[in-house]
């Protein structure tokens, strides 16, 4: 997170980091680090670019803040509420005076100590200030989150983009869904802003943190109150056992031999499998909605792993990344994570904005039996959050000028 | 664990226009060639139209809707479900949105807000907090 005092140190900084950002070039040996950079609509301004007349979109220049203070319900609910409201976020995330987030992702501690020197370095050379960083890691392996599910199996796959390792049976989605100045969905132009018309994009970066102890708490008590495994909660909760077997295609047991990612919902109308209300299901509704509200998504845990108790905060932090903030995040967390767009009995359960005035509702079945949880509380609270423009390389070129 | 159960709030509304089509030669809707599409939005429980011709408002029908959530999101939806049927039926409305209404959403949203003549407080559901989903799901 990182502060621009003047627009000339902020070019100096953007000049020097610029050909360090990862580009779109396939490579055939991945590299050691690879670099982001994502700028806050306060960035672009203190760059002197004139938000009102960009063609940057309105929910990018209201940004992040605003939106979380205006939009908590009742129809229309990002989530950003009372621990989670922007006046509790950390890192100077809810001052307005983060302008850049840049992200480096590193193959090892090595690489990623030398890439934060580098930056570090080229930070105090142009007279920008660093506010804060948040360090992420695959420490647990296997792409696991601290609920214990295996993370980041369900990614779009874009025209134009190299195939996804994990195929799935989903329509290909428009490059403009992701990169702006290509057509979106239904063949709609989606063009970037003036100074930048192509190949850049938008981000929601999120800071979310896991409340590890409550959802381990919650998952012994409801197997005790509705006799029922734990490991079946866990599963339905999410819509995939743990090891990340989906639900409809194996639902009475994980299987490390079906498809992570190649299903639908078409023999699972009536949800008796994966429950309607589950986390994957209501964030990304394959044969059950529209391409239009897909997102692709950068993120991986913070914090050590799990041990009962023990204080230490853990969480996910990263990027979820599309060409319209209100069209793709908005919509999947103010309507089926949060809203009644999927269900009026329940919000997610796993990054739901659960309190005392939603519906805690979360209906399953499980061998034949209808079970209707109750009583569980909010497991993820946001830290932190910005939308970001991610510019081209030229679009780079320009605000450094 | 406690056992608070909060009531939840409504969620389903209802929507109604009256659509008033121009008069003339060739502004006759060919209802065989009027499908509101293959899909309607999932968020949507019921939608039927009136004719208004025994109000003596020939030229004029009522478009009624029960659906779920946001208002605007349920538009766009109904965009994006219909839009091919839409932008037969617009050009014969007096008045109407703009076409197509692919890339003039705003101007549908406008036109909507404008003319929808709901809801009145009378609205009734016996299962107001149900979405779609819940009902499918029972």
Avoid at chain 1, 72 to 80: F, R, S
Avoid at chain 1, 264 to 275: E, G, I, L, V
Avoid at chain 1, 280 to 297: A, F
């Amino acid at each position: 997170m990182i502060n621009m005092p003047s627009a000339a140190a902020g070019k100096k900084f953007v000049a020097a980091v610029t050909p360090l950002i990862t580009t779109a070039t396939e490579w055939k040996v991945k590299p050691a680090q690879c670099y982001n950079i994502g700028f806050t609509a306060d960035g672009l301004s203190a760059l002197g670019i004139n938000l009102s007349t960009a063609g940057l979109v309105p929910e990018f220049v209201e940004g992040a803040i605003a939106r979380g203070v205006k939009y908590v319900k009742p129809d229309y609910d990002l989530g950003d509420t009372g621990t989670s409201a922007p006046g509790n976020w950390i890192l100077g995330l809810g001052s307005g005076g983060v302008h850049i987030i840049l992200s480096l992702f590193a193959l090892d501690p090595e690489a990623r100590d030398e890439g934060t020197t580098t930056v570090t370095s080229m930070m105090t050379d142009a007279g920008v200030k660093q506010l804060g960083f948040q360090d992420a890691d695959d420490t647990l392996g296997d792409s696991r989150v601290h609920f214990g599910y295996h993370d980041s199996l369900s990614q779009p796959n874009i025209d134009g983009a190299p195939p996804r390792n994990t195929q799935d049976n989903q329509p290909i989605v428009s490059t403009g869904e992701f990169v702006l100045g290509y057509n979106a969905e239904n063949s709609v132009p989606r063009p970037g802003p003036s100074f930048d018309p192509a190949n850049g994009t938008y981000s929601a970066f999120r800071i979310l943190k896991q409340d590890v102890d409550a959802f381990y708490e919650y998952l012994a008590e409801a197997a005790a109150d509705y006799d029922l495994p734990q490991e079946v909660i866990q599963a339905k909760l999410c819509g995939r056992w743990a090891d990340g077997t989906p639900l409809v295609l194996s639902p009475d047991t994980p299987d490390p031999d079906v498809s992570r990612n190649n299903f639908d919902y078409s023999n699972d109308k009536p949800a008796r499998s994966c429950p309607i209300a589950s986390h994957i299901r209501r964030s990304q509704r394959r044969n059950e909605d529209t391409q239009q509200h897909r997102l692709l998504r950068r993120a991986a845990p913070y914090g050590p792993p799990y041990v009962p108790k023990d204080g230490i905060e853990r969480g996910l932090t990263g990027h979820f990344i599309c060409t319209s903030l209100q069209q793709q995040y908005e919509f999947i967390i103010s309507q089926w994570d949060n809203g009644s767009g999927v269900t009026g009995q329940s919000r997610d359960p796993l990054i739901g904005a659960i309190d005392d005035t939603t519906p805690p509702d979360f209906l399953l079945y499980w061998k034949g039996e209808k079970k209707r949880l109750k009583n569980f509380g909010r497991f993820t609270t946001t830290r932190g959050g910005a939308y970001c423009y991610l510019p081209s390389i030229s679009g780079l070129q320009t605000l450094s000028a | 664990m406690s056992t608070v159960i909060p009531t939840p709030p409504p969620i389903q509304h209802p929507l109604s226009l009256v659509l008033k089509l121009k008069t003339g030669k060739g502004s006759e809707v060919n209802t065989d060639e009027i499908n509101l599409g293959p899909s309607l939005p999932d968020i949507l429980h019921f939608a039927w139209v009136i004719s208004l011709a025994p109000l003596g408002l020939p030229t004029s029908i009522l478009l009624s809707t029960v659906y779920d959530g946001d208002f605007d999101v349920y538009l766009d939806k109904f965009i994006d479900s219909s839009h091919e049927a839409f932008d037969k039926i617009f050009p014969l409305i007096e008045d109407g949105p703009k076409t197509p209404v692919l890339e003039n959403r705003q101007s549908f949203h406008d036109y909507v807000r404008k003319n929808n003549i709901g809801p009145l407080p009378t609205f009734f559901s016996a299962y107001p907090t149900m979405a779609v989903a819940d009902i499918l799901n029972c």
